[in-house]
């Protein structure tokens, strides 16, 4: 993969963005309106609701549906589990105000399914190949009789992306292709060598977001597969282009990336802190996405990652900030009679 400088992944990142807008502009919506905020509300307490099974980020893409209001924001929320959100199950507060919102939901405006597979294919997989390979073969095949109208992508890494140094694949990543397709690709992969303990999926999540192509209104998904830290540009090595901290204004907001992390020396299932420069986990906690781990074999059911449910049971919340150009913090409460969750949303920025 050929090395991309600051000032080329800047433009890069731009140019993500004008190929978004581009993309979702033709949808044939009508237009809303934005209720006046609530006054004279109080947040509710914490107590009593569970983080557990709500989802959410910014969502960046270009508004699908007409608003009165320009440049309102958008929250994509995921509750796994609930068909239907009545407005009056939600509450949603920037920065401890409550806001007036409308409602959508989001595989009523974005009616296809895109998903990568970020594919670690190092030496240090190879206990973990086979089990990793029939998992997502299984996912395919259970996407395909879902009914969805859904592509799969694989890209294949190790140190390099495109092709991976070590093994010899062709071709050397699969584009956006029926499920039928992406399970006889993964099919002929095998783990190679490698060179060093981590590997370079920073370098693969970008090659996916601007080599595949990503189809207008589609839900854009990557899965990461890997048992592996990430390099990263300055980390002592010459694999890796980007840090962290430089693929995240081009990955949230547009994609969202779930997790199967294979444990045994780099990634454990009690960890709560993502934020080391090689932990690939802070992108799907930072872009709204599932983390899951496989057993020491490579096997997880990446159905239980939720993402037919996680897309059934998507919102789009639109509402207008008092202060678009600042960095909020949001919070959602969503309640019932039976079921109480809470989202909160830090350093949220438009």
């Known amino acids: 993969m050929r090395k991309f400088g600051r000032t080329t992944l800047f433009a890069l990142i731009a140019v993500i963005s004008?190929?978004?807008?581009?993309?979702?502009?033709?949808?044939?919506?009508?237009?809303?309106?934005?209720?006046k905020d609530p006054v004279g509300t109080t947040k509710p307490s914490t107590s009593g609701y569970s983080t557990i099974d709500i989802f959410g980020t910014v969502d960046k893409m270009p508004s699908l549906v007409p608003i009165a209001v320009p440049d309102t924001v958008n929250?994509?929320?995921?509750?796994?589990?609930?068909?239907?959100?009545?407005?009056?199950t939600i509450r949603v507060f920037e920065d401890n105000k409550e806001q007036g919102f409308v409602l959508f939901k989001e595989s009523a405006i974005r009616n296809k399914l895109d998903i990568a597979i970020i594919l670690d294919v190092t030496g240090s997989m190879g206990y973990a190949i086979d089990g990793a390979k029939n998992s997502i073969i299984d996912f395919a095949t259970n996407l395909e009789e879902s009914g969805m109208d859904v592509r799969?992508?694989?890209?294949?890494?190790?140190?390099?992306?495109?092709?991976?140094?070590?093994?010899?694949v062709e071709p050397p990543y699969l584009e956006l292709s029926s499920p039928a397709d992406a399970r006889d690709y993964v099919g002929e992969l095998y783990a190679g060598y490698g060179g060093d303990a981590p590997e370079n999926p920073y370098d693969a999540?970008?090659?996916?977001?601007?080599?595949?192509?990503?189809?207008?209104?589609?839900?854009?998904?990557?899965?990461?597969?890997t048992d592996a830290p990430g390099h990263y540009e300055g980390d002592g090595y010459d694999f890796a282009h980007f840090t962290k901290a430089e693929i995240l204004p081009s990955l949230v907001g547009f994609f969202t990336i779930h997790g199967a992390f294979?444990?045994?020396?780099?990634?454990?299932?009690?960890?709560?802190?993502?934020?080391?420069?090689?932990?690939?986990?802070?992108?799907?906690?930072?872009?709204?996405?599932?983390i899951k781990y496989t057993d020491s074999a490579?096997?997880?059911?990446?159905?239980?990652?939720?993402?037919?449910?996680?897309?059934?049971?998507?919102?789009?919340?639109?509402?207008?900030?008092?202060?678009?150009?600042?960095t909020h913090t949001i919070e959602v409460f969503y309640t019932t009679s039976t079921d109480k969750r809470y989202l909160k949303i830090e350093g949220a920025t438009y």
């Open 18 to 35: 004008a190929l978004l807008v581009y993309s979702c502009s033709e949808i044939p919506v009508a237009p809303r309106v934005i209720p």
């Open 75 to 88: 929250i994509r929320i995921s509750l796994p589990g609930v068909e239907n959100l009545p407005d009056n």
């Open 152 to 168: 799969i992508g694989v890209i294949p890494f190790d140190d390099y992306v495109n092709p991976p140094s070590d093994i010899e």
């Open 205 to 225: 999540i970008m090659f996916a977001a601007t080599a595949l192509e990503w189809r207008p209104s589609a839900q854009r998904v990557m899965i990461v597969i």
């Open 262 to 290: 294979v444990p045994g020396w780099y990634y454990f299932d009690w960890q709560t802190d993502f934020s080391a420069s090689g932990d690939v986990r802070e992108l799907c906690q930072k872009t709204g996405g599932v």
């Open 298 to 326: 490579g096997n997880v059911d990446l159905n239980q990652l939720g993402i037919v449910e996680y897309v059934e049971s998507s919102w789009i919340v639109s509402f207008e900030s008092d202060s678009p150009a600042a």
